[in-house]
């Protein structure tokens, strides 16, 4: 069963970009549909984009014009990149792995917009 | 965009209670929904799919009903580790949750 891990720094300036990778381990990235989700502290899920092992990715409409996932098969990771942050970004960032549905999460990372 | 609506938005039982909780959606979802479990500090758990499949290693206590705009998640005998945070999401049109029903323990 593959397993996920987030990483990237937990505190982003306003109008930074935010930058999480996901390593996949105990399996292979080139398959499935990879995906990240946020939780802002005490709120409910967002799903934010996914990318298939090919490269194509969709991204929720809300943040689309923010949001760029790309994935790196050499070392089994995907990517979050989103930019002009706002205090409204501050979130736990989960990656997961889409099959039809979100079945297997990593742990999420929480992210703090503040100067 | 599909708007979820999640009832009650906490539910307050005892251990060995049947727990009911309601998920509404604003348009036809056909069965295009799951329910996911999230205890503090963790990652949400697939527990149904698809209305009404449970996910590998899900207990039996947990069935999902529904189709349309109607969805229902039934635990028939609360355990102690059921009492957690329950999402219902679907995937008819992208991918939304719910607001979130909360079980705690009365």
């Known amino acids: 069963q593959e397993q996920l891990q987030a990483s990237g720094p937990g505190l982003v300036k306003p109008s930074e970009t935010l930058s999480l990778t996901c390593t996949v381990s105990?399996?292979?990235?080139?398959?499935?549909?990879w995906s990240w989700i946020r939780q802002p502290p005490g709120k409910g899920l967002e799903w934010i984009g996914y990318?298939?092992?090919?490269?194509?990715?969709n991204y929720n409409p809300s943040l689309k014009s923010r949001v760029t996932i790309s994935l790196d098969r050499s070392k089994n990771q995907f990517s979050l990149k989103l930019s002009s942050v706002t205090a409204a970004d501050t979130a736990v960032y989960y990656c997961?792995?889409?099959?039809?549905?979100?079945?297997?999460w990593g742990q999420g990372t929480l992210v703090i917009v503040s100067s | 965009e599909i708007v979820l609506t999640q009832s009650p938005a906490t539910l307050s039982l005892s251990p060995g209670d049947r727990a009911t909780l309601s998920c509404r959606a604003s348009?036809?979802?056909?069965?295009?929904l799951a329910w996911y479990q999230q205890k503090p500090g963790q990652a949400p758990r697939l527990l149904i799919y698809?209305?009404?499949n449970r996910a590998t290693g899900i207990p039996a206590r947990f069935s999902g009903s529904g189709s349309g705009t109607d969805f229902t998640l039934t635990i028939s005998s609360l355990e102690p580790e059921d009492f957690a945070v329950y999402y219902c999401?679907?995937?008819?049109?992208?991918?939304?949750f719910g607001g979130g029903t909360k079980v705690e323990i009365k």
């Open positions: 698809d209305a009404s």
């Open positions: 997961a792995r889409k099959g039809t549905w979100f079945d297997t």
């Open positions: 999401q679907q995937r008819s049109d992208w991918f939304s």
């Open positions: 105990g399996g292979s990235i080139s398959s499935h549909y």
């Open positions: 990318i298939y092992y090919s490269g194509s990715t």
């Open positions: 348009q036809s979802l056909s069965t295009y």
